[in-house]
């Protein structure tokens, strides 16, 4: 994680834990309780969204979560390609990116 933002995060959640905690309970009762979709399927939507928008860090941070509930590197990449005719080759080149330095780590 790039340390300014995560800085900035610890920043928001020491200052305003109430709106952190509340946030985070909504995400995690939309993540699990939502709907039918599996966990790897919702990490990967999750990455698709990330990398769509243009929000490295939250791509960074989905891309870590979805490895440890299981997504294969052949999975990320897949999602990652499929971007490429809908939003435009370079933003997927750039979460292509991103996600091969995680791997590499």
Known sequence: ?????QD?????QKHYP?????YETYGKKIHEQGGPLDEKTRWL???????????????KTHITKAMAAGCSPEEIQHTLLL???SVGFPRMMEALLI????AEQ
């Open 18 to 22: 109430d709106i952190y905690q509340a």
């Open 83 to 85: 971007l490429a005719p």
């Open 1 to 5: 994680m790039d340390n300014k933002i």
């Open 8 to 12: 900035h995060f610890s920043y928001f």
């Open 45 to 59: 939507i999750k990455i698709s969204v990330s990398a769509t928008e243009g929000y490295p860090f939250a791509l």
């Open 99 to 102: 996600f091969r330095e995680i």
